[in-house]
């Protein structure tokens, strides 16, 4: 036992004190100091994982879903390369993670002691500090010294624009410290943290400045780092038709159209409805419909708000980039009621194609359908990218009370989603289903080890459509000589089989109706698998885009 071990105890139970309740660790003897340290604190959940990419995610999906900053440990060398698309990710999303990676001393640095690699730095950009920790002895300035860089790494994570930070931590033998021997020495009276760093007080954003007079606006929400709930009632004032991507939150209320993906394929209905002004809230929603529709709006002032003042322009159409939190909006003069009737009328008639389209099949939107209809209001979706989210744009209803969506969107991977949507278990109170397809299943089958060693209930939906789908749309399909092996990659995978080896239950339902009726039960992780073709897939897009677009 060494004075490492005080101080890495120090650093954690100030971890706690700052607001952090789970970390995930992965196993390795560099790290053990600090695997030990956090899985014996008090107030610190370690939920271990094999895996360091699925620890990764599962991390992510933990501090995506309570909101709190999550700490994360592992061992030297390709362990912490490992983390690497999570960090990636966590900084794309704004999403606080503490990196606490393990690594030799210097001395052992650069001379070819084994597991070792350069881990300065190892992030690069993705995080928002690097710290390098080094070796101290646990006096008493040292540990006042630790508690404030524990203070620090949180306060980082969790500052302006949140995200990752990593702390790189030379560690020397002896790396073990028996349970009982190591003292949480420090710390301010009353579990107070060392160093309180206020939050960024949340800005207002006055919109009736900003657009000035009665106008057709349209307000545009996507992801968010919280569920954007005041939305609905801020359009509804206004009479602004509400295009509300499901991830947002904000597909809710008497303004919201649900539509809007299959409305703007319609050139005609498009044209005919170009707004005056555009609200453009959290980031730009997947539908490519409504994106290339904001694109070609000519002489018509689009407004971004962020609470953090993002960038979310790929198109260099915003004209003001409003720093507010889009809680805090006052609402600009409101429209005349014929502008929303307009959009409502229209919207009502596209609910009208869906049903017919997809008429009670077992099919992939028919599955992302139903899953919009049926979830309870405090359930949670991890949607997978790739078709998954663009399923449930496309098809998902306006509710009162939506259940919330989360997914990997920040840098758009299929990586992690499984051990994402694991991570999101041990903090909801609700159920907490996946829809994923079998390319994304593939990418992330060892996340399934978190159901058994973890104990945790997940209702995975299985898009099987062998292979990715949603190159089918793309000109790539047309090169036949190379399309399926290259680029749809069918797996061939038996997922019956694969339920089987990490013992998690397993579901082929025959048609909605089976499916309905299995969704609310949960008690374990099980997989629903739902077969379906991509021909037939592409087939039904196909059928309901040029119903939409009219005739
Ligand atoms: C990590 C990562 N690798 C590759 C891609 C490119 N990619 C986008 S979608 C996709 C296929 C996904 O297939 P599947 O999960 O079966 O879903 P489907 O397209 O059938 O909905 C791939 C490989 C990506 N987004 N992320």
Known sequence: MTDTHHLIAAFVDELVRCGVRDACTSPGSRCAPIVLALARADGVRAHSHVDERCAGFYALGLAKASGRPVAITCTSGTAAANLAPAVIEASEARVPLIVLTADRPPELRDVGAGQTIDQIKLYG???????????????????????????????????????PVHLNWPLREPLVAAAGSVQVSGGRPGREPWVVREPPEPLPGDLARVVGVSARGVIVAGRSDRPLSELPGLAASCGYPLLADPLSGARSGAAAVAHYDLLLRDERFAREHAPEVVIRVGDLPTSKPLRGWLARLEGVRQVAVDPQGAWQDPDARVA??????????????????????????????????????????????????????????????????????????????????????????????????????????????????????????????????????????????????????????????????????????????????????????????????????????????????????????????LRLWQRAAGP
């Open 125 to 163: 950009s993705a995080v928002r500090w690097f710290f390098e920790v080094g070796n101290h002895e646990a006096s008493d300035e040292r540990v006042r010294w630790i508690r404030e860089l524990a203070c620090r790494a949180v306060a980082e994570a969790c500052g302006e624009k949140p995200g």
């Open 320 to 541: 003001l980039s409003l720093r507010a939190d889009p809680a805090l909006l006052a609402p600009p003069p409101a429209a005349g009621p014929e502008w929303l009737a307009a959009w409502h009328g229209a919207d009502e008639r596209a609910a009208g194609v869906v049903g017919e389209t997809l008429d009670g099949e077992l099919s992939e939107l028919g599955v992302a359908r139903v899953l919009g209809e049926r979830l309870a209001a405090d359930a949670t979706l991890f949607v997978a990218s790739s078709m998954p989210v663009r399923l449930i744009e496309t098809v998902w209803p306006v509710r009162d009370d939506p259940p919330r969506v989360l997914s990997n969107r920040g840098a758009n991977g299929i990586d992690g989603t499984i051990s994402s949507a694991f991570g999101v278990c041990p903090v909801s109170a609700g159920p907490v289903y996946a829809l994923l397809g079998d390319v994304a299943l593939a990418h992330d089958v060892g996340g399934l080890l978190a159901a058994r060693r973890l104990g945790l209930a997940l209702t995975i939906v299985l898009l099987d459509n062998g292979g990715g789908g949603i190159f089918d749309h793309l000109p790539i399909a047309g090169e036949t000589d190379v399309y399926e092996e290259q680029i749809a990659t069918p797996t061939g995978l038996d997922f019956a089989a694969i339920a089987r080896a990490y013992g998690i239950d397993y579901l082929a339902p025959a048609s909605l109706e089976e499916l309905s009726a299995v969704l609310g039960e949960r008690s374990s992780t099980r997989l629903i698998h739902i077969r379906c073709e991509r021909a037939a897939t592409r087939d039904m897009h």
